[in-house]
């Protein structure tokens, strides 16, 4: 978590550092705008505090929780900036000229960097590489429209739609049928899901946190109804019996 701030930090460091200089004057300004009935940069040091309490509560810092704080950063960030149109021309000149400096660099890799991503994304190399479309063509290429899939042990959810089958129940994310908030019976009503889907193909996953927790109806299934057909990459690919009629 922690090291993750730092390479935030470290990565958007322009940004950071306008936005600690908008709270500097935040604080210097905080009287004028409390004698003028107006407190509108406390109420958004305010904001920023309580994005941060946000991103840390969990306390597993994902980068998507980031995104609270770029709101309230961009903001502050503008008040150094709006104090400088009273400047003189002269003086906006240089203060602009220092900012693109400061931030020019940091735009530059970001851009290398998300360039990177997009090759990284794009069709072709996702082809090659990405499992969950790989298993999803796997399985719509050996089903038919009206068979029903299940993905269990895995996150990959999205092999669902890559292979624009059905799940076999409502319960279609797997740790929900192990621990709450799966609300009281929602077990049973999977049992009964599975009971009148029986899914063609069930995908195991291997994901570590299935471990912690056991579900020995589905297991004792698995391993009286369905047989191993092919394995890509982590997901184990299983295959209804052909001798096993009925649920």
Not at 17 to 27: D, F, K
Not at 113 to 138: H, K, N, S, T
Request: hydrophobic share 45%; glycine share 6%.
């Amino acid at each position: 978590g922690w090291t993750f701030i730092a390479n935030y930090l470290r990565q958007q460091w322009p940004l950071w550092l306008l936005g600690a200089s908008g709270l500097a004057l935040v604080r210097v300004r905080a009287g004028k705008a409390r004698a003028n009935g107006l407190d509108s940069r406390g109420l958004l040091a305010w904001w920023l505090f309580g994005c941060f309490v946000a991103v840390a509560a969990p306390l597993k810092f994902l980068d998507h929780y980031f995104l609270l704080l770029i709101p309230g950063l961009c903001l502050l960030a503008a008040a150094p900036l709006a104090d400088g149109a009273a400047w003189p021309r002269w003086a906006r000149a240089s203060w602009v000229l220092f900012l693109a400096l400061l931030t020019l660099p940091v735009a530059v890799r970001n851009a290398a960097r998300f360039q990177a991503e997009w090759e990284r994304w794009a069709p072709p190399a996702v082809e090659r590489f990405y499992e969950p479309l790989q298993v999803g063509r796997y399985l719509r290429d050996h089903t038919a429209p009206t068979d029903r899939i299940f993905v269990w042990r895995s996150f990959d959810t999205d092999i669902y739609f890559h292979a624009d089958r059905r799940p076999a129940s409502r319960f279609f994310f797997w740790p929900h049928i192990l621990h709450p908030p799966l609300p009281p019976g929602g077990q049973d009503a999977f049992r009964r899901d599975f009971e009148r889907h029986p899914p063609r193909y069930v995908v195991l996953g291997a994901d570590p946190t299935f471990g912690e927790y056991r579900f020995e109806w589905l297991e004792e299934r698995m391993s009286r109804l369905y047989e191993e057909e092919t394995v890509i990459g982590a997901h184990r690919i299983c295959r209804r019996k052909e001798t096993t009629l009925g649920p």
